[in-house]
């Protein structure tokens, strides 16, 4: 009992002790470093690397048992394996860590806190008023009759490997040409419509699937396409599902499901000025009614 005591107050409680005086570069090391294990634990959330967190942490807990007791053998056996089993989790979460790295790489810090004020205002929206309103009709009147849909719209990722799969449009977005577009029975319905801007680019484009294991086995095709794209690009794509004629996206490797035509809109004008406030469109809802 005593050993272990001894061994918590040389090693946990020592790193408790905070310094006699901290320093300014203290506070932002701090910051860094909570960013940093903020972002991992929303990557381990994410993806599957969380349902084997408990086994790593009994691995650890191990470890420090074996550590306290002075298992020299047992000790030597891990220091010799340590490296090979750090590589192997490497190799075995590479998936995992790509996507974590293309999510760091995605994020606008700068842009954010510099706004880009030099940009004219034309620079600065993705796509008009007008082609909001016209997907948001076009998804809820096919949602209407149960026309199975699923619309991508694309970011700062250029997705042209994913254009190439399917068939050029190069037209003017609108509400008629999405419905015509996903029409049971046509040329064009099967597969996925790529917006650019104000424009649809192409039609018929094969997405990647999602590998999450967890999702919901009720999901279909769509859904598990949607989540795919989102995983690997910045885009936001909208699904209308076939059976329930429920609109859904997917943004960031998240779904939400069941929107509204308002929560859609409001995803939706939260994309369009990548360097302004979320919180745009209900300002303008407020003003609206006002």
């Known amino acids: 009992m005593d050993a272990v005591l001894t ?9 408790l002790t905070p310094p006699k005086q901290i320093e300014f570069m203290d506070l ?8 940093f294990v903020y972002r ?5 959330k994410n993806s599957r690397a969380y349902t084997l967190l408990r086994g790593i942490l009994l691995i650890v807990v191990f470890v420090v048992l074996v550590n306290v007791l002075h298992m020299d053998a047992i000790m030597w056996i891990l220091g010799n394996i340590g490296v090979v ?6 190799i075995v979460f590479q998936p995992e860590l790509r996507k974590f790295l293309e999510q760091m790489g995605r994020k606008r810090w700068f842009d954010s806190l510099l706004l880009l004020s030099g940009k004219s205002e034309e620079e600065r929206i993705r796509f008009s008023d007008h082609t909001i309103n016209e997907l948001v009709r076009a ?5 209407e009759v149960k026309t199975g849909a699923l619309i991508v719209l694309e970011q700062d990722v250029v997705l042209t490997e994913f254009e190439n799969t399917g068939i050029p449009v190069d037209a003017i977005l609108s509400g008629s040409l999405l419905i015509n577009i996903f029409e049971k029975n046509t040329p064009l319905h099967d597969g996925a419509v790529l917006v650019r ?18 999702l919901s086995k009720s999901l279909g095709t769509r859904h598990r396409a949607a989540l795919g794209i989102s995983e690997i690009s910045d885009s936001l794509t909208i699904v209308v ?3 329930t004629g429920k609109v859904s996206y997917a943004i960031d490797g998240s779904l939400t499901a069941g929107v509204s035509p308002t929560e859609l809109k409001e995803q939706l004008y939260a994309i369009q000025r990548p360097f302004e406030s979320r919180h745009r469109w209900k300002r303008k809802e407020k ?3 006002g």
Do not use: K
Not at 7 to 15: A, G, N, Q
Not at 40 to 44: A, D, E, T, V
Not at 139 to 143: K, P, R, V
């Open 197 to 214: 801007g104000n424009r649809v680019a192409a039609a018929t484009c094969y997405l990647p699937l999602t590998d999450n294991m967890d």
């Open 287 to 289: 003003n609206a009614r």
């Open 7 to 15: 061994w918590i107050r040389l090693h946990i409680i020592s790193w």
């Open 139 to 143: 998804c809820f009147e096919m949602g």
């Open 241 to 243: 599902s076939e059976e």
């Open 40 to 44: 991992l634990i929303l990557w381990l």
């Open 28 to 35: 932002i090391q701090i910051i860094v470093i909570a960013f």
């Open 85 to 90: 089993a750090i590589t192997a989790v490497v």
